[in-house]
């Protein structure tokens, strides 16, 4: 076991081996006192003619006086630093003696220098000398490092406070950075304070740090949550532009591979269904399935096309049921025995002229008498505003006998007008002006819904306070007046020409007349507005009847050129 010298603190005590904090303040207190006494050699070499009974006592002391030791040159103002970063030790000035531990007791050793002794003087008081000596020499050789041993001891606590004498130095360099203790690679560290700690022993940091740099850490990192986050967004981002990019040609595989919807059975209720001059197959498809009476287009028309060889169908009115499978609806209309005879349909909608022309080509009765027949409308209660029996042919399925009249026929088709006027609660005295508005709805509605907004519309139209001018600008009226029916739009000198009484871009207000036969939900509509401030519309898409309703001339003008965008892919419906 090694112990400490007597002179130091807690010498003659067993305790461990010495840290870095403790060696470097070990040796500045010998470097001091090295100096100090070379300094009191080189006085006492001074004062070598002055008898040794009377001393010279040192500067500034009185004669007499007690002289006293030199003061500790490490006391100094000192400060408590919490420092737990390891404090490098320094070099001595100069070579000087290893010290040397005994195993029982300290021994102080230090060639060639002679002890200092502490002898009476003549006064009672004891005085300080030096006896006069050759200046003190140093060897030139290295001196091996100063060695300590110690038993293994457990650790004090790992916190640990040191004492650092205040730096006189004003460039503000560390005394540590001048150098190292010779002995630094040495030392045996047992503290958990980072000063305590011998260059010998790395810390945990230190080893995990040459680990690092020994080898690649492969191991895969976790990514955090803003990692995770970016990656599921880019993911999403490819599967909706895959969705964007791949949905047509994938609808297209699904639709070829996927039978088309169809109804099974041959269907419940009756309908009348009506084949007309010139229908091909695809129109009567298309009517099916706008009749209610198949699923889809689709279903009927490829059964069709795989018919050998190809079916006729003849015009007339064909007695039929609703929600029919394809083939069932395609062997009825093959069959003659449901044909109906002496039976027509008037569409909603229909000009007058065109439906007296259906009943005359089913019935064989001359187009002729029926116009002359229509000709007086007073004589079948028409109100006196009636000019012409058009408003007051109800869209409707008709069966007629083989000998009826012309007058017999006209009679019943309007008799069917003031039935359903009545259902609806019109009195008689509200019905024309009830049908001219329901015939505008009508002709100018596509889908359901839009029959009451075009109904409001009308109404804030007429309204002066809404709409100042009360014109209506339908389009419908211009063509009711000019007699033709084959184009949804009008020209520059078609809305501004006042020869034409329904041109409602020139004259305020309802139309003379009605232009069309309006059925059950016009009327309704008619009589029962939606609630809005639309001032404007316009049919966007004639196939689908979608239909665009403003408030203003802005929005009303951005979906006009909507529908003109539309007028040029479909230059069928144009003039």
């Excluded at 050759?134 to 004090?156: D, N, R, T, Y």
């Excluded at 050998?308 to 064909?318: D, I, L, N």
Aim: hydrophobic content about 35%; glycine content about 8%; some cysteine.
């Amino acid at each position: 076991m090694t112990h400490l010298p007597p002179d130091s603190p807690g010498g003659g005590r067993d305790r461990p081996p010495m840290t870095r904090r403790e060696a470097r303040e070990a040796e500045q207190r010998r470097a001091a006192l090295l100096a100090q006494q070379q300094l009191e050699q080189e006085q006492a070499a001074a004062q070598s003619a002055v008898p040794p009974s009377q001393p010279y006592p040192p500067a500034g002391e009185q004669p007499g006086a007690a002289v006293r030791p030199p003061a500790e040159p490490l006391d100094v103002p000192r400060r408590p630093v919490y420092d737990r970063d390891p404090v490098p030790q320094q070099w001595p000035a100069e070579p000087q003696a290893p010290q040397q531990w005994t195993g029982g007791q300290q021994q102080w050793q230090a060639e060639p220098q002679a002890p200092q002794q502490w002898q009476a003087g003549p006064t009672p008081l004891q005085q300080w000398q030096a006896e006069p000596q050759a200046p003190q020499q140093w060897p030139a050789e290295p001196q091996a490092p100063q060695q300590w041993q110690a038993e293994p001891q457990a650790p004090p606590s790992e916190t640990t406070f040191r004492w650092q004498l205040d730096d006189p130095d004003p460039s503000g360099r560390s005394r540590d950075q001048e150098g190292q203790l010779p002995w630094d690679e040495e030392l045996q560290g047992w503290s958990g304070d980072p000063d305590d700690e011998p260059s010998g022993r790395l810390s945990r940091a230190e080893r995990r740090a040459l680990k690092r740099q020994g080898y690649d850490d492969e191991r895969p990192r976790r990514r955090g949550p803003w990692g995770c986050l970016v990656g599921l967004l880019v993911f999403a981002a490819l599967v909706a532009g895959a969705v964007f990019f791949l949905q047509g040609p994938i609808n297209s595989i699904i639709e070829r591979f996927t039978p088309a919807e169809d109804f099974e059975g041959s269907g419940t209720g009756e309908l009348v269904f009506m084949i007309h001059e010139g229908d091909t197959g695809a129109d009567i498809a298309e009517n099916l399935v706008d009749e209610g009476v198949t699923a889809s287009y689709d279903a009927f028309y490829d059964l069709l096309l795989a018919q050998t060889p190809e079916p006729e169908f003849h015009p007339g009115a064909y007695q039929l049921a609703e929600q029919m499978s394809a083939q069932a609806a395609l062997d009825a209309l093959l069959d003659p025995a449901n044909k109906l005879e002496n039976t027509f349909v008037i569409q909603e909608g229909m000009w007058a002229t065109n439906a007296l022309a259906e009943a005359a080509f089913v019935t064989g009765i001359p187009v002729e008498e029926l116009q002359a027949a229509a000709a007086n409308p007073q004589a079948y209660g028409l109100p006196a505003e009636a000019t012409s029996i058009e408003g007051f042919l109800f869209p409707a399925t008709y069966t007629v006998e083989p000998n009826i009249t012309a007058d017999a026929l006209v009679k019943m088709l309007v008799d069917r007008s003031f039935e359903s006027l009545d259902a609806a609660g019109v009195p008689p005295e509200d019905r024309w002006r009830t049908v001219v508005k329901a015939s505008l709805i009508e002709r100018e509605a596509g889908l359901r819904d839009d029959y009451y907004k075009v109904s409001r519309v009308i109404e804030n139209r007429l309204n002066p306070e809404l709409f100042d001018s009360g014109l209506l600008q339908f389009d419908s009226t211009v063509h009711y007046g000019l007699g033709d029916d084959s184009v949804v739009t009008t020209t520059d000198a078609e809305r501004a020409d006042p020869a034409n009484p329904y041109n409602t871009y020139v004259h305020p207000g309802l139309p003379p007349g009605p232009i069309g036969n309006p059925g059950d939900l016009a009327i309704d509509a008619a009589l029962h507005p939606a609630e809005g401030p639309w001032l404007y519309f316009v049919t966007v898409d004639l196939d689908t009847g979608e239909t665009v309703f403003s408030a203003t001339i802005e929005e009303h003008d951005a979906a006009v050129e909507r529908f003109l965008a539309w007028l040029e892919e479909h230059p069928e419906y144009g003039n």
